[in-house]
């Protein structure tokens, strides 16, 4: 059985300078997820929670998407 749902999951996004791609970093949780598009990354970034989580893990309550703007973070 599953425990009650753990805190927020936050994903800091940031753009490859290589290539342009957005890459989305889960620093707490080790969950790295990639993608061409935002909607791409986002999508990854659902797959690899799901993965990363089984049936007697905390899910997390939220999901959020912080992006970097030059110095600053937005939501």
Do not use: C, H, W
């Not at 490859?16 to 970093?25: C, E, I, K, L």
Request: no cysteine; net charge negative.
């Amino acid at each position: 059985m599953a425990s009650e749902p753990g805190p927020d999951l936050v994903f800091e996004v940031s753009v490859d300078p290589r290539n342009g791609s957005y890459v989305a970093n889960a620093r707490a949780y080790g969950i790295i997820a990639k993608g061409d598009t935002m909607k791409e990354l986002r999508i990854n970034a659902l797959d690899a929670v799901d993965d990363y989580f089984d049936d007697t893990m905390s899910q997390p309550e939220r999901i959020r998407f912080l992006y970097s703007a030059g110095d600053m973070l937005v939501e």
